[in-house]
Each structure stands twice: as structure tokens, then as C-alpha cells.
């Protein structure tokens, strides 16, 4: 938990970095999600690189894993394609804590931006969109 709550403020401060527009994320144990507006791909590929590098080392040396363990393994990007992709993915990312048990309801995971959401425009409108755009019609391998 302690790395999951230094760790959510040091991505939306990568990613605001190179001027993106964060619109949502969670962080899990074990990968995490973001969802932002960004001028260039290769930007965040670079931020998300350095954070990865410099998170990876801090950890390591840490817990004594230095040249034992890779705590990063993959990027992966994806281009928005229209709106309901968009409003799917944000509610992908919403229920992402469910999805892998980590808890049964999405608003007691801490690590989210559905708080925010919650905040600026309450449950209703959060039911309304997921039952608008429902998250498990993302496609298949998208979080493998």
C-alpha cells in the first residue's frame, strides 16, 4: 500500500510533465492504468519509461533485489477510437480493483481517480455511465 500511495502522485506528476491531460487511472499491486490526452505517444512512452527506471531501482535497493528482480514488464498504449471507446475504457479502469478481487466495491479502492469522478458528478451519473458504456465489452488481451 505505502508503494501504491507514493506511486500514484510521481505517474500524475510524469504525466503532467509532458503536459498530458490526465483523465483517469487506478493503481493495483501489480500494474496499473491511465487514461490521458496527450500531444505525443512517444512523450508518455519516455516518462513511462524514466518512472518505471527510477521506481524499479528505488524498490530494489529497498528490498535488497537489486539485479535479482524486474518489477516492470510491459507498456502497452492504445489510441482512443471514438467516444464510447473513451467512456468504456474510463470505466475499465474504474472497475479494474473489482475485476482482480482486490476489493467488491470500486470506491473503496483508494489508488482511483473514481473519486474525483464521484466527487464532481455523484453515483447516479457513475451508474448511468457504466450502464451507458459497459466495461467488460473492452476487447479481449486489452488487460492481459
Do not use: C
Amino acid at each position: 500500500p505505502e508503494r501504491r500511495s507514493e506511486f500514484e502522485p510521481r505517474l500524475l506528476a510524469a504525466m503532467h510533465g509532458i503536459g498530458a491531460e490526465v483523465i483517469a487511472w487506478v493503481i493495483l499491486p501489480n500494474h496499473y492504468h491511465l487514461l490521458a490526452n496527450v500531444d505525443s505517444l512517444d512523450l508518455v512512452s519516455a516518462a513511462i519509461q524514466h518512472l518505471h527506471g527510477t521506481t524499479s531501482r528505488e524498490w530494489n535497493l529497498a528490498d535488497g533485489q537489486t539485479g535479482k528482480r524486474r518489477v516492470w514488464y510491459r507498456y502497452s498504449d492504445r489510441v482512443i477510437r471514438n467516444d464510447a471507446h473513451f467512456s468504456r475504457a474510463l470505466n475499465y479502469i474504474h472497475i479494474n480493483p473489482v475485476k482482480h478481487r482486490y476489493v467488491e466495491d470500486p470506491y473503496e479502492w483508494p489508488w482511483t481517480s473514481l473519486h474525483g469522478y464521484l466527487e464532481a458528478h455523484g453515483r447516479d451519473w457513475l451508474r448511468a455511465q457504466w450502464k451507458a458504456f459497459p466495461p467488460d465489452r473492452m476487447g479481449k488481451g486489452w488487460d492481459d
